[in-house]
């Protein structure tokens, strides 16, 4: 994060809420008690409450909760502390039964993250086993990630909202934004963008009644805040993440701000767990850079550790070397170590990312973004698609191809739909249609209404596809697409380095438009092209009429928040728009995402 922390909000504030509702709970079951664990809480619990704080509240042993393990051995008492899901419930079920069955008795607990839900008391009872069970809720939902970066880990979110249209995580969305104005209070200027945020908005202020009327916003650490639909842009999750943080997770996958590596990287058998966060400052320095520069960075840092490490041999006396050891030795090792990661990080990355078919299918990406050569990028497609490459990096292509041009060509989407079923096999099928459903990989002739006399007939060429599409406006309006190619990817100076200077986020060239003009009334052009319409919200003026030197160091901060997941590429051109402005923005979202793990969510998954 750019800039003086100085009246940022400290998202540890966040955790110690979190882990002391924890710790309350826990304290509440007296005595020894076992702990099973849901695996989608296993990461999150473990940035809040370690197991240390999990012994003091006597917990003898910790399980994960297996659904294919009928029973678990252990004491008297146990704690599951699980999402609430009714498959999930079924499994517990399964183990008081088979308790019962053996006549063991155990008090048990649920502890339900982040609240608990009456279907699942339903399924409980429906199994019989209600009366065995207590049932409490923790609102465990945002996760401080990093200084600067809070998740809700909840990837779930996108499919649920915008593809099946259960609302059931909006009150947690909401919850948590009443959470965080709890910590530092009322934020006077909202924003939204999508139907999505417009329904937390709504769900936020009902929750909050009275507590919105007049408040005193020179008391708020946080003086705007943005909310943004996933749906508003897809575009800029499909494109390859080109900076250092986004090409570690698109290369081996960041999970609740950990990573691991493996023999590849670290040369060792066993692999190797590390926590990204700006406490590593070797990472914190590189994570925002463009990948094309990380190298040299981490040389530069090499040598400049290595000259640190020589200065011992220059130590006199025992005192200068006893001060060395305590003051100096234990960071240098540490960095040394860290920097050892991230250069053999680099060189997976390189041996990847350097192919003549990644360059291929960059050129390809930039090209679609851009609106030329589609015909060359249909070929490509299609060439992906015969040879069975990886169906997510094939399906990438063809969402961009529809996003960018408002859809593909009857004729076109109807043999590329074929080709991709034949060579992925047809329960395909069903993701054309989810994908179709959330407007992603669409039919063109579909979306445009036709007389009844051209009904059927099939467009013959891709000449239909060069109408002006709702991208192409607002790549216009927005200035999405640099107009010189000559972008600095070492110093830049614009928000497209993070695609190598050819493409600007939608999203966040958006948070940009509205902090500019801190209202979306004149923006009509831009916004007729976005789903789910816009609302602002706008208590305290941040800029007109006002000096600079007048305004509260609040209304510099931003939290800009993401319904459906953000990668870090959005992340990183958000610190820069920040450096740039003057601004500092505190990202939340449900969680963090990659163009793979987007499609995955509503891809369905071939046969074993």
Not at 278 to 284: A, P, T, V
Request: aromatic content about 8%; proline content about 3%; glycine content about 6%.
């Amino acid at each position: 994060m750019a800039g003086s922390t100085t009246n940022f909000p400290n998202v540890q504030r966040i955790r110690d809420m979190v882990r002391n509702d924890l710790a309350s709970l826990l304290d509440s079951f007296k005595g020894k008690k076992d702990l099973v664990l849901d695996t989608e809480l296993m990461k999150p619990l473990d940035r809040v409450a370690g197991a240390t704080m999990l012994k003091q509240r006597h917990v003898d042993k910790i399980f994960k909760l297996d659904p294919t393990q009928k029973s678990i051995h252990g004491c008297e008492q146990r704690v599951y502390l699980v999402r609430p899901q009714m498959t999930t419930m079924k499994v517990i079920a399964d183990h008081v039964n088979s308790d019962r069955s053996s006549n063991i008795i155990r008090q048990y607990r649920i502890i339900m993250v982040p609240r608990k839900l009456h279907v699942c008391e339903m399924i409980l009872e429906h199994e019989g086993v209600m009366g065995y069970i207590t049932i409490h809720e923790l609102q465990m939902d945002l996760i401080p990630l990093d200084r600067d970066i809070l998740s809700l880990e909840l990837p779930q979110f996108f499919r649920s909202f915008y593809l099946d249209s259960d609302h059931t995580w909006i009150q947690t969305i909401a919850k948590s934004l009443i959470n965080i104005q709890a910590l530092c209070g009322i934020i006077p200027n909202v924003y939204g963008i999508g139907k999505g945020s417009k329904m937390v908005n709504d769900l936020m202020k009902n929750i909050l009644g009275e507590k919105l009327s007049g408040p005193d916003y020179t008391k708020c650490d946080i003086g705007n805040l943005i909310l943004i639909d996933r749906d508003v842009d897809f575009v800029t999750p499909l494109c390859s993440q080109l900076t250092y943080e986004g090409l570690l997770d698109d290369t081996f996958g960041i999970s609740c701000g950990y990573i691991e590596f493996g023999k590849d990287v670290t040369g060792k058998d066993q692999s190797t767990k590390l926590l990204l966060s700006s406490e590593d400052q070797i990472f914190d320095e590189a994570r925002n850079r463009h990948f094309s520069n990380v190298f040299e960075y981490l040389s530069s840092k090499a040598k400049s550790l290595q000259t640190e490490f020589d200065q011992r041999h220059g130590l006199e006396s025992v005192g200068d070397m006893k001060d060395f050891v305590a003051t100096k030795l234990r960071g240098l090792k540490a960095q040394k170590a860290a920097l050892s990661h991230h250069i053999g990080a680099c060189e997976v990355i390189l041996g990847k990312k350097t192919k003549g078919e990644f360059e291929e299918y960059l050129q390809t990406e930039h090209s679609l973004l851009e609106g030329t050569a589609l015909r060359e990028n249909m070929t490509f497609i299609e060439e992906l698609i015969n040879k069975q490459a990886n169906m997510i990096q094939t399906l990438k292509l063809l969402c961009l191809l529809s996003l960018t041009q408002d859809g593909i060509p009857a004729r076109d989407y109807k043999s590329l739909k074929k080709q991709y079923c034949q060579s992925h096999g047809f329960e395909q099928m069903l993701s054309f249609y989810n994908l179709s459903k959330l407007g992603m990989l669409i039919d063109q002739e579909l979306t445009t209404i036709q007389p009844a006399s051209s009904l059927g007939k099939v467009t013959s060429s891709m000449a239909a596809m060069t109408k002006h599409s709702s991208f192409k406006s607002l790549c216009r309006r927005l200035a999405l697409i640099p107009k010189t190619e000559d972008i600095n990817l070492k110093s830049p100076t614009d928000m497209s380095y993070v695609f190598s200077g050819a493409y600007s986020p939608l999203s966040c060239k958006l948070v940009e438009q509205a902090l500019m003009k801190e209202t979306f009334i004149g923006m009509e052009e831009i916004t007729k092209h976005l789903p789910g319409g816009v609302f602002a919200e706008v208590g305290a003026k941040q800029s007109k009429g006002k000096m600079p030197s007048s305004l509260p160091p609040s209304s510099k901060v931003v939290l800009v928040y993401f319904l459906g997941g953000c990668t870090y590429s959005e992340i990183s051109a958000l610190r820069f728009l920040g450096r740039l402005k003057g601004y500092r923005f505190l990202v939340a979202t449900t969680s963090i995402i990659t163009g793979t793990s987007l499609l995955e969510q509503v891809v369905e998954k071939p046969p074993i």
